[in-house]
T-cell receptor, first 111, second 117 residues
Framework: SQQGEEDPQALSIQEGENATMNCSYK?????LQWYRQNSGRGLVHLIL?????REKHSGRLRVTLDTSKKSSSLLITASRAADTASYFC???????????FGTGTRLKVLA | EAGVVQSPRYKIIEKKQPVAFWCNPI?????LYWYRQNLGQGPELLIR????????DSQLPKDRFSAERLKGVDSTLKIQPAELGDSAVYLC???????????????FGPGTRLTVL
């Protein structure tokens, strides 16, 4: 079963623009992670945010977490063609060590 | 450092045939995961190992799927017999297992794309 639902399902933007994708989940979590998947490199971990954190940055990535709304967002600034991929959120419920992935957002960055 | 290695990368079989996937995790990683990813969906956990022990196999369809991780290093996932609905990408991932708060980073292999005809 999928815990997370990403929104939008697909997103197409021009190079240099910002891309925002959202993840909503159903049950309380310990942490939430974002992954990128493209055909060349498979699934790659991008960033982790703990349930007691509200915002984290890593390079051009900014992640926010709102536990009251059970939602997270991933912002990619100044997008590049190489950012074209599917992006998944994965949630871990405290003590389970089980990561449940969402359905993904397919991002296309046009050069 | 070598990443997670999986083989084969692609497999096409007829239904009712057996199939096996192999995974070699990153050296030193105690935790190993097998996921199944259907087209257009996120990965779904099948089984998680801590060293050689399967600590979570609640999502593994045990009537036809089996897995082993002898000596706590590489692992094999088997399907016997395969059904049409088993067509998917099978992903292996590993993590150090050192984090005690569920924050381990998982490193994924390239996956095996299975097509059942």
């Amino acid at each position: 079963s999928q815990q997370g639902e990403e929104d939008p399902q697909a997103l197409s933007i021009q190079e240099g623009e910002n891309a925002t994708m959202n993840c909503s989940y159903k049950t309380s979590i310990n942490n939430l992670q974002w992954y990128r998947q493209n055909s060349g490199r498979g699934l790659v971990h991008l960033i982790l945010i703990r349930s007691n954190e509200r915002e984290k940055h890593s390079g051009r990535l900014r992640v926010t977490l709102d536990t009251s709304k059970k939602s997270s967002s991933l912002l990619i600034t100044a997008s590049r063609a190489a950012d074209t991929a599917s992006y998944f959120c994965a949630t871990e419920t405290s003590g389970t060590y089980k990561y449940i992935f969402g359905t993904g957002t397919r991002l296309k960055v046009l050069a | 450092e070598a990443g997670v290695v999986q083989s084969p990368r692609y497999k096409i079989i007829e239904k009712k045939q057996p199939v096996a996937f192999w995974c070699n995790p990153i050296s030193g990683h105690n935790t190993l995961y097998w996921y199944r990813q259907n087209l257009g969906q996120g990965p779904e956990l099948l089984i998680r190992y801590e060293n050689e022990e399967a600590v979570d196999d609640s999502q593994l369809p045990k009537d036809r799927f089996s897995a082993e991780r002898l000596k706590g290093v590489d692992s094999t996932l088997k399907i016997q017999p395969a059904e049409l609905g088993d067509s998917a990408v099978y992903l292996c991932a590993s993590s150090s297992g050192l984090a005690t708060d569920g924050t381990d980073t998982q490193y994924f292999g390239p996956g095996t794309r299975l097509t059942v005809l």
